[in-house]
C-alpha cells in the first residue's frame, strides 16, 4: 500500500518539476563531474560524450573501484563500484571494473566538487 | 592460487592476478600464514578468518595470529568479500577441484 502511494507522490513530483527541467539539471551535473574528473591526473573518464547521461563512469591507473569507493564513503559520497552487473559487457569494454556515480534532482553542484575533491584525494592516496 | 603439496603440508604457495587493496593484502597475508603449515591448520584459519569477519566470532575469542590485523573489514560489509576471496581461492584449490572457483549461489536472482 505504501509502495502505491509513495509512487504516486513521486509521479506526481516529476510531473510538477518537468521531466526536461529534471533531465537539464542532472545532465549539467554530469558535464560538471566529467570535466572535474577528466581533469584529475590518472583518472580516465568513460564515455565522456555520452550527455545525455545522468551517471558519470571512470576508471583510475592503480586504484581499484572498490578501495576507491569506500574512500569516498568514509567521505559521505556513496558510488558503486565493480561491474554494475554487466561483468562480461564491462571485460569487453573496459577490461576491468569501474566507479560509478550517478545524479537526481537533488544533487548539487556543490555536492559534485566534493565528489571531484574527494576522487582526487583517493586516487592520490592509492597510487 | 598455486600450491605445491607435500602429502599434508603446503610446501608452497602462490598466487597471482590484480585485485583491490584489500583483497591483494589478504591474500599476501593468507600465503605467509599457511606456507609451511599443514592443510589442517589453514582449514582452521579459514573458518576462524571467515567467522570474525562475517561477525560471527569476535577478533578477541579466537587466535588468527597477523590475521587480525584485518578484521576492522568487519565493519565494512561491502569489503568482506575482499578479504575472503583469496582462501575461497585456496578452499578450491584444497579440495582438488579443477577450474575457476565460483562465488555465485545456486539460487536464481542477485
Known amino acids: 500500500m505504501g509502495g502505491a502511494v509513495g509512487l504516486a507522490a513521486a509521479a506526481q513530483f516529476i510531473s510538477a518539476q518537468g521531466l526536461a527541467a529534471i533531465d537539464a539539471h542532472v545532465h549539467t551535473l554530469r558535464a560538471h563531474a566529467v570535466a572535474g574528473l577528466a581533469a584529475i591526473t590518472g583518472v ?22 572498490h578501495d576507491i569507493g569506500t574512500l569516498l564513503d568514509e567521505r559521505g559520497i556513496a558510488v558503486r563500484t565493480g561491474h554494475h552487473c554487466a561483468q562480461p559487457l564491462l571485460d569487453q569494454l573496459v577490461q576491468g571494473p569501474t566507479t560509478r556515480a550517478s545524479f537526481a534532482i537533488y544533487n548539487t553542484h556543490e555536492e559534485v566538487d566534493r565528489l571531484i575533491e574527494a576522487v582526487a584525494y583517493a586516487v592520490k592516496a592509492l597510487r | 592460487m598455486e600450491l605445491e603439496l607435500d602429502g599434508e603440508q ?80 585456496l578452499m578450491h584449490a584444497i579440495t582438488g577441484q579443477d577450474g575457476a572457483a565460483t562465488t555465485e549461489t545456486t539460487q536464481a536472482g542477485a
Not at chain 1, 44 to 65: C, G, I, Q, W
Not at chain 2, 46 to 66: N, Y
Request: charged share 25%; glycine share 4%.
Open chain 1, 44 to 65: 580516465r573518464v568513460l564515455a565522456p560524450h555520452a550527455r545525455e547521461a545522468a551517471l558519470v563512469s571512470f576508471v583510475a591507473k592503480d586504484a581499484h573501484p
Open chain 2, 10 to 89: 603446503i610446501k608452497d604457495i602462490a598466487f597471482s592476478g590484480q585485485a583491490c587493496a584489500i583483497c591483494m593484502a589478504s591474500s599476501s597475508m593468507m600465503t605467509e600464514a599457511i606456507k609451511g603449515k599443514d592443510l589442517q591448520l589453514a582449514k582452521n584459519l579459514q573458518a576462524h578468518f571467515r567467522a570474525v569477519l562475517t561477525g560471527e566470532t569476535d577478533p578477541d575469542d579466537v587466535d588468527i595470529g597477523k590475521l587480525v590485523a584485518l578484521s576492522a573489514v568487519r565493519r565494512y560489509p561491502s569489503r568482506i568479500k575482499c578479504a575472503l576471496l583469496g582462501w575461497h581461492a
